[in-house]
Structure formats: structure tokens, C-alpha cells
């Protein structure tokens, strides 16, 4: 089992920036992947960025140069950091821990992945 716990959402204007930040506890040796996925109202739950365990990292195409995906180790933290936040990154952001390989050739399906936050949420106005 793994336990997964975001912190650092909150409310930004258009343009600003924030760092979330996921610290996992538990049986973490046998992560694959971690990625973070975000959830609009009234919409499905969709890939963000993923970081493979050798720190290669995968993002999708409406975030790529925005934000940026990394991990301590040493501390079990994975953190998401987004600049020049826009009205349409408003979503509950989730991290998940992948403990099989489907993430690799399935990086941003969330199916891929076992374990799940509760989320925090970014709201960004414009």
C-alpha cells in the first residue's frame, strides 16, 4: 500500500504560479511512475506530467513549458511547479503512484496507475 498527500493548491490570477507538492508514505520501493492528473468540473480526469523512476519525465501538450514535474527521494516528495497559470489549469490536481508498467507506454492513463491522493485544489481567476 501507498499513501499519497498533496499539499500547496490554492487561489492565483492568470499568470501566477504555484508549487504542489505530494509526499508518499508506505511500500513506495515498487513505484513505476508518478504523475499528477487534475479534474475540472463537469469533465474527466486527465494526465499533467508523469516522472519515471530514473527522472525522465513525460507532459501533456496543454502544459509543456508551463510547468515542470520533479521528485526528492530522499524525502518521498513529488512535486508539480506551474508558471504562467491560466484560467483553464483551474482543476483539483491529484498525485498518483504507478506499481505496475503500464505506465511506461501509458504514461498519462490514469488506469495505469494504483494509488491516488485525496487532491488540492488550484483555482486561477482571471
Known amino acids: 500500500q501507498v499513501q499519497l498527500v498533496e499539499s500547496g493548491g490554492g487561489s492565483v490570477q492568470d499568470g501566477g504560479s504555484l508549487r504542489l507538492s505530494c509526499v508518499a508514505s508506505g511500500y513506495t520501493y515498487s513505484t513505476y511512475c508518478m504523475g499528477w492528473f487534475r479534474q475540472a468540473p463537469g469533465k474527466g480526469r486527465e494526465g499533467v506530467a508523469v516522472?519515471?523512476?530514473?527522472?525522465?519525465?513525460v507532459y501533456a501538450d496543454s502544459v509543456k513549458g508551463r510547468f515542470t514535474i520533479s521528485q526528492d527521494k530522499a524525502k518521498n516528495t513529488l512535486y508539480l511547479q506551474m508558471n504562467s497559470l491560466k484560467p483553464e489549469d483551474t482543476a483539483m490536481y491529484y498525485c498518483?503512484?504507478?506499481?505496475?508498467?503500464?505506465?511506461?507506454?501509458?504514461?498519462?492513463?490514469?488506469?495505469?496507475?494504483?494509488?491516488w491522493g485525496q487532491g488540492t485544489q488550484v483555482t486561477v481567476s482571471s
Open positions: 516522472i519515471y523512476g530514473a527522472g525522465s519525465a
Open positions: 498518483a503512484a504507478a506499481q505496475g508498467t503500464s505506465c511506461y507506454t501509458l504514461p498519462l492513463r490514469t488506469y495505469a496507475y494504483n494509488y
